[in-house]
C-alpha cells in the first residue's frame, strides 16, 4: 500500500487528523477572507452594489454547493476504495469526477444566461440593484468551469490523505481574487474601473488559476490517482454510488441558498439594510463555520478509510477528537462576535442604522454556534460511511425546516429578533437529532457496533 493509505491506518488518530484538517482549515481561512475582502470592497464602492452581491449570493452559492457536494461523493468513494485496495475503482472514479465536474458547469451556464435576472426580480424592484446582480451573477455562473473542475480533483485529492495540495490551490486563488478586487474594481494601475464586474471577473480569474494548479497537483499524484483515456466515460454503478453521498451533500449545501433566499425576501420586508447586514453576518460567519468545514474534510478520508479496513475504535476515535476541535473554533467565535459586534461591522462602513440592527443581531447568531459542532462533524461520519441520507436529515432540520419557518413565524410579533433566534433553535434540534441518529447507526452497523472483533 502506499504512504498515505498507510498513515490512515497507523498513525496516531488525533495528529494524524491535525495534519490532514491543518492544510484545509488554512485554505477556508483564506477562503473567508477573500469573502470578507470581497464585500469590504463592494460596499465601499457601492451600497447598492452591497445590496445586488447579497442578493445573487443564493445562486452563486449553489454553483459551490454542487462542486462540494459532488467532491464529497468521489471523496467519499475513493477513500472507501482505497481502503478496500481496490485501485481499479479509484482510477476510474478520478475520470467520473472531471466528467461530471464539467457537466455540472454546463448546468451553471445555463443558469447565468436565463435564471439570473429571473431569480433577482423576485426580490427587488430597484433597477440599478437588480442590473447590478445580473452583471455579477452572469460573470461568475458562466466563468465557474475553473470552481467546478478545482474543487473535483481538491476532493480526489483529499481521499487520499493529500491536504497540502488542495490548501495550496485554494490559497492561490484567494490570493489572486484578493489582488484583482481593487484592481478591476476601483480601476487602479491604469486599469479600468469596472465596479461590480471587477468583482466577478476577479473571482472568475482566481478560480481558474487554482483550476491550472489541480492539474498540476493530480499530475504529480499519478501514483496514487491516474487518469488513462479508457476510463473517459460514465458508468452507472459508480456514478450511482457517487451520489449516494453528493446528492444529499449537494443538496444539503444548497439548503444554504435556500434559506438565504427566502431569508432576504423576508427582510426586504423590514429594509434593503436589514438584507445587507444579513449578508455582511453571512460573510463573516465563515470564519466560523469555514474552520469546521476544514476540519471535516481532513476528517472524512480518515474516517473512511478506516471504515473501508474495518477498524471501528479509529473511526470514533476521528469523530470525537473532530468534535472537541470544532467546538473550540466555535466557541471561540461565539465570543468573538458577542463582544466585537460593532468593529466587525465597521470593517463593511456600518453607518448607525446598520449597526443598530447589526449588533444584536450578531450576538444572538452566534449563539447557535454552540450546538452547530454536533452538527458539523456527526454528518461527516454519515458521510464516511457512505450513508448521506442520514446527514441530509441533520442539514435539512438545521437549514430549512426549522429554520425558514421559524423565521417567518417569528418574525410578525419579534421582529427581526424573531429572525435571528430561529437559527439557534435550528442548531439546537439538529445537534439533538444528530445525537439520536449516531446512536442508532453504532447499535445497527456491523462495524461500529460494540460488539465488533475488529474494535
Not at 237 to 259: F, H, K, Q, R
Not at 263 to 289: K, P
Not at 351 to 370: D, T
Amino acid at each position: 500500500m502506499n504512504q498515505p493509505a498507510n498513515k490512515m491506518a497507523t498513525r496516531p488518530v488525533f495528529p494524524l487528523l491535525m495534519s490532514m484538517a491543518l492544510p484545509p482549515m488554512f485554505s477556508m481561512l483564506l477562503s473567508s477572507l477573500y469573502n470578507i475582502v470581497d464585500s469590504m470592497f463592494v460596499a465601499r464602492y457601492n451600497a447598492d452594489a452591497l445590496t445586488a452581491v447579497s442578493l445573487a449570493f443564493p445562486l452563486q452559492n449553489f454553483a459551490l454547493a454542487v462542486s462540494v457536494g459532488a467532491g464529497v461523493g468521489i471523496s467519499s468513494y475513493i477513500a472507501r476504495r482505497l481502503g478496500e485496495g481496490d485501485t481499479e475503482a479509484v482510477n476510474s472514479a478520478v475520470s467520473h469526477g472531471l466528467l461530471l465536474s464539467l457537466i455540472h458547469y454546463l448546468l451553471f451556464v445555463l443558469i447565468g444566461f436565463f435564471a439570473a435576472g429571473p431569480f433577482l426580480s423576485l426580490f427587488t424592484d430597484s433597477q440599478k440593484i437588480r442590473a447590478l446582480g445580473e452583471e455579477y451573477l452572469f460573470i461568475v455562473l458562466v466563468g465557474c468551469i475553473g470552481q467546478q473542475v478545482q474543487i473535483a480533483i481538491e476532493k480526489m485529492l483529499q481521499a487520499t490523505g493529500n491536504m497540502v495540495w488542495p490548501m495550496l490551490m485554494q490559497a492561490l486563488g484567494c490570493v489572486v481574487n484578493i489582488i484583482l478586487d481593487p484592481i478591476m474594481i476601483f480601476g487602479l494601475f491604469g486599469f479600468p474601473e469596472l465596479g461590480i464586474a471587477g468583482a466577478a471577473i476577479a473571482t472568475v480569474i482566481g478560480q481558474l488559476a487554482a483550476m491550472l494548479l489541480s492539474f498540476f497537483a493530480l499530475y504529480q499524484a499519478r501514483g496514487q490517482l491516474h487518469l488513462t483515456r479508457p476510463r473517459l466515460h460514465l458508468r452507472r454503478e459508480i456514478v450511482g454510488e457517487i451520489y449516494n453521498v453528493g446528492a444529499p451533500t449537494i443538496l444539503m449545501n444548497s439548503l444554504g441558498s435556500v434559506l438565504v433566499t427566502g431569508l432576504n425576501s423576508l427582510l426586504m420586508g423590514f429594509s434593503e439594510t436589514a438584507v445587507s447586514v444579513f449578508g455582511i453576518y453571512y460573510r463573516l460567519q465563515t470564519f466560523a463555520f469555514m474552520p469546521v468545514s476544514g476540519l471535516t474534510q481532513g476528517a472524512l478520508p480518515i474516517m473512511a478509510y478506516n471504515y473501508g479496513s474495518r477498524s471501528r475504535s479509529r473511526v470514533l476515535a476521528c469523530l470525537r477528537d473532530g468534535l472537541f476541535v470544532s467546538f473550540g473554533i466555535l466557541a471561540g467565535c461565539c465570543l468573538l462576535f458577542a463582544l466585537l459586534p460593532a468593529p466587525l461591522l465597521g470593517l463593511f462602513g456600518a453607518n448607525e442604522e446598520m449597526l443598530a440592527i447589526g449588533v444584536p443581531a450578531l450576538r444572538l447568531l452566534a449563539l447557535s454556534y454552540l450546538p452547530a459542532a454536533l452538527g458539523f462533524c456527526i454528518p461527516t461520519l454519515f458521510q464516511a460511511v457512505g450513508r448521506g441520507r442520514s446527514s441530509l436529515v441533520i442539514f435539512l432540520l438545521r437549514q430549512f425546516l426549522i429554520t425558514l419557518p421559524l423565521a417567518w413565524l417569528l418574525a410578525g410579533p419579534f421582529g427581526l429578533t424573531g429572525i435571528w433566534l430561529s437559527f439557534l433553535a435550528a442548531e439546537s434540534v439538529a445537534a439533538l437529532a444528530a445525537l439520536v441518529m449516531l446512536a442508532r447507526l453504532l447499535r445497527a452497523d456491523p462495524i461500529l457496533h460494540a460488539e465488533n472483533p475488529a474494535a
